[in-house]
Each structure stands twice: as structure tokens, then as C-alpha cells.
């Protein structure tokens, strides 16, 4: 175990986070779900879960930014004597005698400890599973006999998250329960269009219960202090609209040294529309009381929670590495590729930072979260990037978000993001790349998911393509048009309205000479990546279009060389009046670490010495204690040429915040560069596990987070939007490609590391196709690179470097 922290510690080989304080300094998350039942859940039990979509399929209700904060989840409430607790602490605040959370793959495990009565709550949901499981057991550890009362709580959303807080003239009258001695039924709305429920139920007859908030709660309490609970309780209640509620309550007693368990099932079902009902008005609860005879015994809930075990254990099965460093040990084998697996099913919905109601899945996110997941699901993978696709215009274009429930685009986020096309042929070379899949590019896929309109995948990534060389500037450079990958460089914007969003106000693109290099440096690197890919002898493409992509590529590398050039480093973007932005003729927004990073990544000018320059110009500018900052100086004060980055005050997010997303970019130039020592410094700095200072990160410990305050902020270092951000598949590439040097190429391995040589010897496993390669690398600073041709079966190899 390694030293201990304030709040908590890695167990490595329990692959757990260990926190042994509840009072964090912000709520520190967990996900559980694999498929299309998620669930956020905080070490003190707090958060919600919800099928498929956490706007539309909201099952437990959630106040994000309430007072205090975190209120809500599944609470189970004891009473011994005049004492009530939580074993998570939260929400009575009882002090305990022992508490301990620990965050696992997909599940939490909550243990708290009051007077000689210890309660060990496990969470988690089974693979492929609709439902949470509550795996409640209460031991006596004292010498005298314990009676004691125990009660659960859920409080149930009204399915669709965004009315559930603001339609409350209709709200107040909906809900609808059904009470069974099995389980306590939420079916509002289900007696008209609806043709899903919840239910929470538990594997043993309880001896009260409540499903009306108010009886269970009293009008003028908190969770804190349900009335029930304090009277030893239950108010039978049935609830008739207002807010229902779920709570079971069972009167125990316990031997010293006995213990005790029940096991609480947390559920949602579908139902086919012909078999909604058994009984006017009576819900069909038949799938329901199959996943309470499947979880609701010991032994059922032993093989739900070793198959789930299992799952991550195939998942993290794929690459390993040993090395000398466990903080790289730990986040490589473990919280990176688990951080990625979220990112991938959750997109930038639902954290503790997304309200699960504000946005869908992003086109430009998913692709790159792509790059995160390919080796470990790539079955998910294929048909995430046939997903993607069918959003896609036909001229190239594509909607910038769609929704889970339906796939579709999101009409009101609308499109116009120049970088999204080319985050398509990113993927796709991803998921190729690793499985050697060329079949997806003849998939047909359509247009805006019109039936009739499919063309094959190929032809997507070829419009793609063509949707940056058919928009390009005065320079020769892409047009940015609403934004690339920094939402927040809005240069056709010119909002002088508070009240709209700078993501889908009027966009004036017609006549606008705003152009990015950012995207001139994406379209070179994957330009090169699809000319390889078309030439490749699966694809053989016509070799007349190879050249013209090639041709287009070194038109653009010229272009960028001739215009894109400030002297000293990349510039940033040519503005709506052909005005240069990071540049230093600038006074605030001199150099930018987007262009730094994706000029280097493309090695534009790199025989010239362009790409050192620029990679010392972000060191010299960009770098900070806690990482490379976006943009220096900070903009102090509103440009509206410039849109929402000068709408941050400085240090934070867009505005010279330490964007983590996009310090794998200089990472990997730093590794094309063969600069060792920058690499790992830069990626020490926005590793989690490396972090000295818990309390000043705030954030969780275990995972990346979107941004870190810059210099330039109140207080440098500090962590938020934990989770959900494009930092985790980045920094799994760079680490897994680019420091430790494992490459899929589309014939094999290339192996190419780049780490400072005292970690340079370590040991890989590594599944790929329907290989396993354990590899062994000596590398001593040569830049020496190794290609290992695919082949199927187990293959065992020493290489030095
Ligand atoms: C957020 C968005 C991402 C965008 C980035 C920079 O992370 O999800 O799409 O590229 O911010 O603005
Ligand atoms: C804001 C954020 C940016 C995010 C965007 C999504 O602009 O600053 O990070 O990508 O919202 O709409």
C-alpha cells in the first residue's frame, strides 16, 4: 500500500480507491453500469442512476448545486437506541467510530461503524443488468445483543430530469406507486404513454414502509432528519402525486458476533406496449420479479458480483504494464483505462460537473473517446463510429451533437464546427489500426439518418476530407467556422447579449476570414493517417485520389508554414477581419497550446526546426507548476471578437485554465520530438496519482480532470469537471503510444518509447487481435524503434531500445 493521504489511498491490487474520510473535499465519484444502466454514486452515497439517457430516463431524483451539496442517493437510515447514522456517514452526519469507502471497478462499498454495529453496504450494478443491487449486511461487533432498526430510502425522479425541477403544476399530481411485499413500485406516468417503471425491492418481508416523501420526511425536515426514522416509524404511506418515494423499514436484532443481511434490488423495466398492464391500472411486474428472484438471494448476488468482477477483469486483462513507477503502474493498468470505459459510455452527459440534462453526445468528443476504448471493446467501438457517422450532412458537415435515446442530431446545438468531420477519419483509423477491421469502411451508412441516402463509411471519411479543403481561408488555411476544438474561440460570434449561448448564437460565417490553425494542423496529421490508410493494400484506393489527399496535405503544411509561422511559434487562428490571434503582436493571447500541439503532432516545419521552437515556446510560455496552460497572457477582460474564452476570468477553463485535454497534444509532439524528459514532466503534472496535494486538487484522486486552474487563477491547482473529458483517451494514447511505446499499426506492433531511461526497462502485456504479446523493453534513450508483425498466439519477446 503506498502512503497515505489525507482522504484516502490506492488499494492496486484490489484496484480500489480507498477513502477513509467522508467529509472530501468535494464528493468523490464512482460510476457503475456497463451497457444502459448507469449509476454516479459518491462516497457517501449520494447521486442518481438512469436507462440509457440521464435526461429522459432519470430514475432517482438529483439536486445538483444544492445546499449542502451531494444531497440524495440511496440512503439507508439506523437507528440504535436514540441514535441514528449512516454507514455512509451522509446525509445525519453522525459522527462514526470507522468509516471507509472503497471505489472499485463498477461498484462502491460503503462500511461504517457506530456502537459495536457495523454496516457494509455494497453497490453495484451486474453486467448487462437493469438494476442497482444493495447488498446491505450488519454485523454486531460488540459483547451485548443489538435491536435496531433499518430503513432505506430512494427518492424517485419523475423520469425526464429537465421538467421533473421546473413543470411543477403538473408534477405535483403525477405519481403514481404500487405497493407489493416484494418491492415498492414507481409508475407514474406509465398509466398513459410511459411503458416503463421503477421499483425497489428486497429479498425479505419489511415491517413498514413509505412511498409519500412528506410522510416519510415531514414537511419541515431534511434527509438528515426523516420523522419516521426519529420515531422508529413507518408511515405506511401511499403516495398520490407530490413527490414519491421508496423506503422500506425492518426491525432487527442481532447476537453479539451475528450478522445479518438483506439484499435491495433497484430496478427499472421496459415493457412491451401489448403487455403494459396484468389488470386495469395494474403494472406488469413479471421482468421485475425475475430480477428479484436473479439478485434478491446471497448466491445470486455472489455470481451478479463475480461476473461483474470478471468483466473488468477481461477488460483490464489487455494491456498492463510493470515498470519501477506504481503511479504509472496504477493509472496505466488501472483508473486510465477505467476513466476511458466511462468517457465512452457516459460522453459529456452525466458527472458531478454535467448534469445528465444539458448535453448529448458530442461529435468531436465521441470520436476521440474512441481512441480511449478501441483495444478493450471494439465490437462498442465499431458500431459507435457507424453511429456517429449517420449524423454527418452530406457536404461533410455534421450535427455537433445527437442524442442516446434516438441517435439522431440535436437540432438545437445545430452544426458549423469545422475541426468535427475530421474527428471521424480519427476514429476510424483508431478502431482500424487496433482490430484490423478494413470491412467497416464499406458499411453503408446515411446521411442525417435518412433510409435511402447510404453511402459507405469510406465515402464519409473521404467527404470528411473534402469539408476542409471545400472551406478554406484567404490563406489557404481551414475556415474555423462556429468553433473548433476550442468551443469557446467563437470568432464569428460578436454576441453582445448575455442571454445567449455563445455555442449556438448566430453564427457569420459568410464573409468571415477566420481561420485555425489548429484544425490546419488536425487536417495534416490525419491527412497523413488517411493517405496511409487509402494506399494501404486492403483499401488500395485509386491511387489518383491518394495523391490528391497527399497533395492536399503538403498544400496545407506549406500554407501553415507560410502564414500559420508568428517567429518563435504557431499562431493560433487568423480572426473574423484576417487579424492574427496568438501571436506576439497580440498583447494578451500570445501563444496558444492548441496550434503548439497539433503542428508538432503533424511535424509541420519539423526539418526547419519549427517543431523544437514551438515545443520550447510552450515550455517557456505555457508551462506551470500543475501543467501546460491554454493561452498566455490570460485575456483580462471581454473581447467580443473573441467570444467566451475572454468571458472566463483569468486562469480558469478556455482563458489560460490547464485545459487536460489538450496537454497530451504537446506530450506526443514533445515524444515525436524524441524529448524524454519533457514528456514525462509534462505527464507527471496532470497525472492524477501523482498528485502531492489532495486537499488543493479537490477533485477525485483517481481520475483526470477536464481542467486545472492555471497560474494565473485565485487558487493555481485546483481541479474541477472531473471525469467525463477528452484528458482520459488522450493521455491513455500518449502514455500507451507515445511514453510507453506500443503503436498498433494496421500489420502489427510498432513499438516506439520514449521515457527517460531510468524507467526505461518495464514489462508489457498486451492483447491485440488474437495475439497476446508480453514484451519485455530495455529502453536506454536511443530512439530506437522495433515493428513486430502481427500474428495470432502467444509471443514473448525481449527488446532493447
Ligand atoms: C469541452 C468539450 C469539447 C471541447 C473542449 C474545449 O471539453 O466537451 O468538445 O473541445 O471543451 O472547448
Ligand atoms: C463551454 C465550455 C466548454 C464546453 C462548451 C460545451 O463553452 O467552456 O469547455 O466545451 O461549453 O458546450
Redesign the pocket.
Known amino acids: 500500500m503506498e502512503e497515505k493521504h489525507p482522504f484516502g489511498h490506492f488499494d492496486d491490487a484490489a484496484r480500489e480507491y480507498v477513502i477513509t474520510r467522508p467529509d472530501t473535499p468535494w464528493p468523490w465519484i464512482n460510476y457503475m453500469g456497463t451497457r444502459d444502466f448507469f449509476s454516479l454514486i459518491s462516497n457517501t452515497a449520494g447521486g442518481y442512476c438512469f436507462c440509457r439517457d440521464a435526461k429522459f430516463r432519470r430514475i432517482l431524483r438529483y439536486r445538483y448545486n444544492g445546499v449542502p451539496m451531494d444531497a440524495g442517493g440511496r440512503y439507508f437510515y439506523i437507528k440504535d437506541g436514540d441514535i441514528v447514522w449512516n454507514p455512509g456517514w451522509k446525509p445525519c452526519k453522525t459522527p462514526l467510530d470507522t468509516y471507509e469507502c472503497r471505489h472499485g471497478m463498477g461498484y462502491t462499498r460503503i462500511c461504517g461503524e457506530k456502537n459495536g454495529l457495523r454496516a457494509e453496504v455494497l453497490f453495484f450494478v451486474p453486467p448487462d443488468a437493469r438494476c442497482e443491487i444493495h447488498r446491505v449486511k450488519l454485523t454486531n461487533t460488540g459483547k451485548t445483543p443489538k435491536r435496531f432498526q433499518l430503513w432505506s430510502f430512494v427518492e424517485w425522479c419523475l423520469w425526464n430530469a429537465s421538467t421533473d425541477m421546473e413543470n411543477f403544476q403538473r408534477n405535483l399530481s403525477t405519481g403514481e406507486v404500487e405497493i407489493e411485499p416484494d418491492a415498492l413500485y414507481h409508475k407514474t406516468e406509465y398509466r398513459e404513454r410511459r411503458d416503463h417503471y421503477a421499483f425497489y425491492g428486497v429479498n425479505r418481508p419489511y415491517d413498514g414502509f413509505d412511498t409519500d416523501r412528506e410522510t416519510f420526511i415531514g414537511m419541515y425536515n431534511g434527509f438528515d432528519a426523516p420523522q419516521q426514522v426519529l420515531a422508529g416509524t413507518s408511515g405506511n404511506s401511499v403516495a398520490h402525486g407530490w413527490s414519491p418515494v421508496a423506503s422500506h423499514r425492518f426491525d432487527l436484532e442481532l447476537k453479539p458476533g451475528a450478522s445479518d443481511e438483506l439484499i435491495f434490488v433497484l430496478g427499472y423495466v421496459k415493457n412491451p406496449q401489448e403487455a403494459k398492464f396484468t389488470a386495469p391500472a395494474v403494472i406488469n411486474k413479471a421482468q421485475a420479479r425475475k430480477m428479484l428472484q436473479a439478485y434478491g438471494t446471497p448466491s445470486g448476488a455472489d455470481i451478479a458480483f463475480a461476473t461483474l468482477k470478471s468483466y473488468w477483469d477481461d477488460i483490464l486483462s489487455r494491456f498492463s504494464v510493470a515498470s519501477v513507477v506504481p503511479e504509472l503502474d496504477r493509472t496505466v493498468n488501472i483508473w486510465n483505462q477505467y476513466q476511458c470505459m466511462i468517457t465512452f459510455f457516459m460522453s459529456?452527459s452525466a458527472s458531478y460537473f454535467e448534469s445528465g440534462i444539458g448535453r448529448g453526445m458530442?461529435f468531436?468528443?465521441s470520436n476521440q473517446d474512441l481512441a480511449g476504448i478501441v483495444h478493450l471493446i471494439p465490437e462498442r467501438a465499431r458500431q459507435r463510429i457507424l453511429d456517429i457517422a449517420a449524423t454527418q450532412f452530406p457536404d461533410g458537415g455534421c450535427y455537433h451533437q445527437y442524442q442516446p435515446l434516438t441517435k439522431r442530431g440535436n437540432n438545437d446545438i445545430g452544426g458549423g464546427f469545422n475541426d468535427d468531420p475530421l474527428w471521424l477519419i480519427f476514429g476510424t483509423v483508431a478502431y482500424i489500426k487496433e482490430t484490423g477491421d478494413f470491412g467497416i469502411l464499406h458499411e453503408p451508412v446515411p446521411f442525417d439518418n435518412k433510409p435511402g441516402t447510404e453511402v459507405s463509411l469510406l465515402e464519409h471519411l473521404k467527404i470528411s476530407f473534402a469539408h476542409v479543403t471545400d472551406n478554406l481561408g484567404p490563406h489557404g488555411l481551414p475556415l474555423i467556422g462556429r468553433a473548433d476544438?476550442?468551443?469557446?474561440l467563437n470568432l464569428n460570434c460578436f454576441s453582445d447579449n448575455p442571454d445567449e449561448s455563445f455555442q449556438t448564437t448566430e453564427n457569420k460565417t459568410e464573409g468571415s476570414k477566420a481561420e485555425s490553425l489548429m484544425i490546419a494542423g488536425l487536417f495534416v496529421a490525419e491527412g497523413k493517417d488517411f493517405a496511409e490508410l487509402l494506399a494501404h493494400p486492403a483499401v488500395a484506393a485509386d491511387p489518383k485520389y491518394v495523391a490528391k489527399v497527399r497533395s492536399a496535405v503538403a498544400a496545407m503544411e506549406t500554407a501553415v508554414k507560410t502564414h500559420g509561422w508568428d517567429g518563435e511559434w504557431f499562431l493560433r487562428a487568423y480572426g473574423y477581419y484576417g487579424d492574427k490571434i496568438g501571436s506576439n503582436e497580440n498583447d494578451e493571447g500570445k501563444i496558444f497550446i492548441e496550434s503548439q500541439g497539433w503542428c508538432t503532432m503533424a511535424r509541420i516545419g519539423a526539418d526547419e526546426g519549427l517543431c523544437d521552437k514551438a515545443l520550447d515556446s510552450a515550455v517557456e510560455h505555457l508551462e506551470c507548476e500543475h501543467g501546460l496552460v491554454l493561452n498566455t497572457p490570460a485575456y483580462t477582460h471581454y473581447i467580443k471578437d473573441y467570444g467566451e474564452i475572454s468571458s472566463y476570468p483569468q486562469g480558469y477553463k478556455?482563458n489560460a485554465g490547464i485545459?487536460c485535454?489538450n496537454n497530451p497534444w504537446i506530450i506526443i509532439g514533445e515524444a515525436m520530438a524524441g524529448r524524454e524528459d519533457a514528456v514525462w514532466r509534462h505527464y507527471c503534472k496532470i497525472t492524477p496519482s501523482f498528485t502531492k496535494d489532495q486537499a488543493l486538487r479537490k477533485v477525485e484522486p483517481y481520475v483526470f480532470c477536464?481542467m486545472v486552474a492555471g497560474k494565473d487563477a485565485a487558487r493555481p491547482g485546483e481541479g474541477k469537471n472531473s471525469w467525463l473529458?477528452?484528458t482520459a483517451a488522450w493521455t491513455w494514447k500518449c502514455v500507451s503510444e507515445f511514453i510507453l511505446g506500443i503503436k498498433p499499426q494496421y500489420d502489427g506492433l510498432l513499438i516506439e518509447p520514449c521515457i527517460p531511461a531510468a524507467y526505461g526497462t518495464y514489462k508489457i502485456h498486451r492483447r491485440f487481435r488474437n495475439a497476446e504479446y508480453d514484451i519485455t523493453i530495455h529502453y536506454t534513450g536511443r530512439h530506437g524503434k522495433h515493428f513486430i508483425p502481427y500474428t495470432p498466439g502467444r509471443h514473448t519477446l525481449e527488446i532493447e531500445l
Open positions: 459529456r458530442g468531436r468528443d476544438w476550442n468551443d469557446c478556455e485545459f485535454h477536464q473529458t477528452g
